[in-house]
């Protein structure tokens, strides 16, 4: 069986936030309002097998949190991250 990797590029971690091809978008919000939530010090762990996405879901996680925070790589980026529906229902 062939397996499809794709890269964690900023251009590919976009993509699938906006279209969503991974269906992963309700668990960004969740993690995302979970990491807001948190007071004091925490360690979190992202456990899954080789290959299952935890590089891809933590750098979507970052380049949401970036936007947010005015540190996007550009401001097409900003706009798009910040007009996300998912993140307008949580208030992440």
């Known amino acids: 069986m062939k ?7 900023d251009k590919n ?9 991974f269906n992963r978008n309700e668990e960004i919000s969740s993690f995302l309002e979970l990491l807001t939530t948190i007071e004091g010090h925490f360690v979190i762990s992202i456990d899954g097998q080789w290959g299952s996405g935890k590089t891809f879901f933590v750098k979507q ?5 970036n936007s947010i925070n005015g540190y996007a790589p550009d401001n097409e980026t900003e706009e798009k991250i910040l007009h996300l529906s998912f993140l307008k229902k949580r208030n992440c």
């Open 3 to 9: 397996s499809i990797e794709l890269l964690p590029t």
């Open 13 to 21: 971690i976009l993509n699938t936030l906006v279209e969503y091809p």
């Open 61 to 65: 996680c970052e380049l949401i949190l």
